[in-house]
């Protein structure tokens, strides 16, 4: 029996969890690493598996398309399907201006370039487009681009005629390298003054030594209105007088000038034929015996 007014004793302080179950405590928690390791393991297992085979069958899947062919197929469709979608979103040619036509037709010039209102946008196909217009007569070069967000633009220069070309009995306009822009038609506006007339096979294009030499006497250039090559591979010139000079195959420069000094001696005589072919001497044809 307790004595009146003495303290109870203390109570002994325990441990929360005694040696026994500490050691049980860090046994489960090992063997839970363990399973949430094992759980993780398994876990990136099932993933790399699912990715093996997805990839296999999107390898077989590609080999069997390519095998039966259906590739292009497949591409097309994505193709249409992405272009229906931008053209849905408003991606389509809404306009096409040409400038720069001034003897072209200007629906000529659409035909050529073969976009037109409400293709797709950026389906329209400028290389072949700037290929056909510059096919077109009188035309030099040509570009043909997009004008974001809905424009195609062709600009046109058009070809300077060099000389009038007769070909089989037609005279046609001709650039400088001898290529033929179009057939000739009288009342045709805008030409360059003092066209000349070139004949004979290849006659432009072959002409650039001789134009040169005769542009260095200007007094001959400028009464030039004919220049006939021969089978022979030398010139005849036809002056706005009437007058012929034969040119002689090489040594041009020197026959125009001994022509130029036999005109200085003979300036009231009138020739129809002036022949300049030898080096030493130089024929005269009076005009009013007009034969050879």
Known sequence: ???????????????PLKPGLRGA??????RMHAGLRSATRSRASMVRATGSILLTFLALAFLALWLGGHLATVRDTVGDYKRDRLMAMG???????????GRLNESDVRAAVGIYEGDYFFGADLDRAQRNTESLPWVDRAVV???????????????????L????????LAARDGSIIAPYAAGLDHLPPGLRLFIG??????????????KIHPAVWEETETLTLLPSGRWDIRLSDGVVLRLPAEGVGPALRRYAAVRKRSARLEFAVVDLRLPDRVTLTPAQRIDA
Request: hydrophobic fraction near 40%; charge should be positive.
């Open 165 to 172: 070309y007769q070909q089989d009995g037609q005279l046609h």
């Open 201 to 214: 096979a290849d006659a432009v294009a072959a002409s650039g030594e001789l134009v040169d030499t005769l």
């Open 1 to 15: 029996m307790a004595k009146k007014g003495a303290r109870p004793p203390k109570a002994a302080r325990v441990s």
């Open 91 to 101: 991606f389509t040619v809404q306009r096409i201006d040409v400038t720069g036509e």
């Open 145 to 163: 681009r997009r004008l974001w967000p809905n424009r195609i633009v062709v600009q046109l220069v058009e070809t300077t005629p060099y000389a």
């Open 25 to 30: 405590s860090r046994l489960v928690q090992s």
